[in-house]
């Protein structure tokens, strides 16, 4: 009969682990962080679910269960998990070819897309798939997220403007605005502006004046300038509601349902699913980065770790639960967290409290939300995704490496030019074809013995000793089916410079990880090739793993020299079997 052990339990249920030790400092901390991230997360949560094309209330909807299923099955003390800007666009993105005219339908599609991502997640959990995360190389991932917040930026801009303007890709929105431009609504755009400027300045300015005017702590006015979006929420509500700028053409969030999140399995259509499984698959794997990012730097700083494993079915976890409550697809907030540790969260207990937070006000606050103007939501997403856009990723990728610099701008123009899809999918092509054509092409350094010590390092760099009838070539990487033909041409193309004088060929392996079978045949053949030369082959410094695997092969038994435990200890050897060979020679 299967059964858990207590530890294997904890690890499934970290809550198990901190809820023992959980007191009053503990419930201090993380009531006053929750009571700050609810009302940061209410105006955030309307917002995003506004950009991912859906009724306000179903941001609000996201927010709940997944934090609380977060707090059960989470390792991290910090994350705050909800909707996103990156994972709302591509969810817009995903739903959009589904072509769904009905509201009803279309959030009915997004419960299933968060559903699927939750299977994602939680079966990339149980298979221990948490490496994947080192797939997507940082460049391509940066270049990923500029991208996606200039998109983002661009997208609300009709908001701002009101007018109607569609598109998924840069170009589309562009000619689409300027096409809409003579129809834009003046009381509109004049909220917007005014709400983008507050926001700017709440942002860059509000810290420094609650700082130096109010004596607040650096931390305590950082926080409350985090939740500057509250205010131009109220302010502008306020103003619509006071002037009926409704009846002056500006769209407003209009009745958003009052009650509980709707808990249950949406409608399953089977030709729905084939077509939202991919997506879950790239939504999974850019939401899981972004969380698993944001929850270790937030650990590292009060010397906690996570368990990137567990991180995986905590969040497939909370979005079957967002899924089956009338929600779309969530991960961690890189905003929400920072509040959520810096207003002093000790538990993942702060996220349920949010939850709680969070339903009372789908309870008791969505009808003040009437009058609360879109294009003020709009500005809340324009500022927070700006700070995502970091270009000079462009400039620090050329100054350092032209394939990271390609990488990163093939991420960045395919995302813009084609859809946010093809942008994140390339970009994963894009880092694996990196590796592999990095990797292909392996460093094979020619080394000598540094003087007066047992070291030994490349004859380009360095003053060292040789000997011309013994070649030491360093191979610094691991073997495999890619590089397994170059390692062998650039080997052959060293000794055939000097075959008439060279004796011995030793391969210094300190690098080497792993031979794959490709490899060991193209040592086989290096071995072969260089005994038709009269030369013997040598290995230094082989690693347990890689001469256990060598072992299984006839490989060892066919090799012309030896193996040596050190690289000196061969050259020693070597040079004096060279001199007593060359000392016999003579006498003879």
């Given amino acids: 009969m299967f059964s858990l052990s207590p530890a294997r339990l904890k690890s499934y249920l970290p809550i198990l682990d901190w809820g023992r030790s959980y007191g009053r400092a503990e419930l201090s901390g993380d009531l006053i962080a929750a009571i700050i991230v609810t009302i940061m997360l209410i105006p955030q949560s309307l917002a995003y679910a506004l950009l991912a094309g859906l009724p306000a209330q179903v941001g609000l909807y996201a927010s709940i269960l997944p934090l609380v299923f977060y707090a059960l099955f989470g390792t991290s003390r910090a994350l705050a998990v909800g909707?996103?800007?990156?994972?709302?666009?591509?969810t817009a993105s995903a739903l959009a070819p589904l072509g769904l005219d009905n509201l009803v339908d279309y959030t009915a599609a997004a419960a299933v897309l968060a559903l699927l991502s939750g299977l994602v997640?939680?079966?990339?959990?149980?298979?221990?798939?948490?490496?994947?995360?080192?797939f997507l190389s940082h460049p391509v991932i940066a270049g990923f997220i500029t991208a996606s917040g200039i998109?983002?930026?661009?997208?609300?801009?009709?908001?701002?403007?009101?007018?109607?303007?569609?598109?998924?890709t840069l170009p589309e929105l562009l000619i689409a605005i300027v096409e809409q431009l003579p129809n834009v609504n003046i009381p509109t755009l004049i909220i917007g502006v005014i709400a983008l400027a507050f926001l700017f300045w709440v942002r860059k300015g509000l810290a420094k004046v609650l700082k130096n005017q109010f004596g607040m702590s650096a931390k305590a006015a950082s926080t409350t300038a985090r939740v500057g979006p509250v205010f131009a929420v109220i302010g502008?509500?306020?103003?619509?509601?006071?002037?009926?700028?409704p009846g002056a053409g500006v769209a407003v969030v209009g009745a958003v349902p009052t009650g509980l999140p709707p808990l249950g399995l949406p409608s399953i259509d089977w030709g729905l699913i084939s077509s939202l499984v991919v997506p879950a698959v790239l939504i999974s794997i850019i939401g899981y980065v972004e969380s698993v990012s944001v929850a270790q730097t937030l650990a590292a700083k009060r010397k906690q770790r996570i368990e990137p494993n567990q991180e995986l079915i905590a969040l497939g976890a909370s979005n079957i639960s967002s899924g089956l409550s009338g929600g779309y697809?969530?991960?961690?907030?890189?905003a929400r967290s920072v509040v959520n540790f810096d207003a002093g969260a000790e538990t993942p207990a702060a996220g349920a409290f949010t939850a709680v937070g969070l339903l009372l006000a789908a309870l008791l606050?969505?009808?003040?939300?009437?009058?609360?103007?879109?294009?003020?939501?709009?500005?809340?997403?324009?500022?927070?995704?700006?700070?995502?856009?970091?270009?000079?990723?462009?400039t620090r990728a050329w100054g350092y490496s032209k394939a990271d610099f390609a990488a990163v701008l093939t991420?960045?123009?395919?995302?813009?030019?084609?859809?946010?899809?093809?942008?994140?999918?390339?970009?994963?092509?894009?880092s694996l074809a990196l590796f592999v054509w990095k990797t292909s092409r392996p460093h094979v350094a020619e080394v000598g013995q540094v003087p007066g010590s047992q070291h030994f390092r490349n004859i380009k760099r360095h003053q060292v000793v040789t000997d011309p009838h013994i070649v030491t070539l360093r191979i610094d990487e691991s073997l495999y089916f890619a590089n397994a033909r170059r390692m062998e041409d650039l080997i052959l193309g060293r000794v055939y410079r000097n075959k008439d004088e060279i004796k011995h060929v030793i391969l210094m392996c300190s690098a080497v990880n792993e031979v794959d079978l490709s490899?060991?045949?193209?040592?086989?053949?290096?071995?072969?090739?260089?005994?038709?030369?009269?030369?013997?082959?040598?290995?230094?410094?082989?690693?347990?793993?890689?001469?256990?695997?060598?072992?299984?092969?006839?490989?060892?038994?066919?090799?012309?020299?030896?193996?040596?435990?050190?690289?000196?200890?061969?050259?020693?050897?070597?040079?004096?079997?060279?001199?007593?060979?060359?000392?016999?020679?003579?006498?003879?």
């Fill in 411 to 430: 991420t960045i123009l395919l995302t813009l030019g084609v859809g946010v899809e093809v942008g994140v999918a390339a970009g994963v092509l894009v």
């Fill in 236 to 245: 502008t509500t306020v103003a619509a509601w006071a002037l009926d700028l």
């Fill in 151 to 168: 998109l983002i930026a661009a997208s609300q801009a009709k908001h701002i403007l009101g007018i109607k303007a569609g598109g998924h």
């Fill in 83 to 90: 909707p996103v800007a990156v994972v709302s666009l591509m």
């Fill in 519 to 588: 490899a060991l045949e193209s040592l086989e053949a290096i071995n072969h090739r260089l005994a038709d030369l009269g030369m013997t082959l040598h290995l230094s410094e082989v690693k347990g793993p890689v001469m256990d695997r060598l072992k299984t092969s006839h490989f060892l038994d066919e090799l012309t020299g030896q193996v040596f435990l050190s690289q000196y200890d061969a050259f020693i050897a070597l040079v004096k079997e060279v001199r007593e060979g060359e000392a016999s020679a003579s006498a003879a």
């Fill in 121 to 134: 997640l939680l079966g990339m959990g149980l298979l221990r798939l948490g490496v994947v995360a080192n």
């Fill in 329 to 334: 697809p969530v991960t961690g907030g890189f």
């Fill in 365 to 394: 606050l969505t009808p003040l939300l009437y009058f609360l103007p879109k294009a003020t939501l709009a500005a809340t997403i324009i500022v927070a995704v700006l700070s995502l856009v970091d270009l000079s990723i462009l």
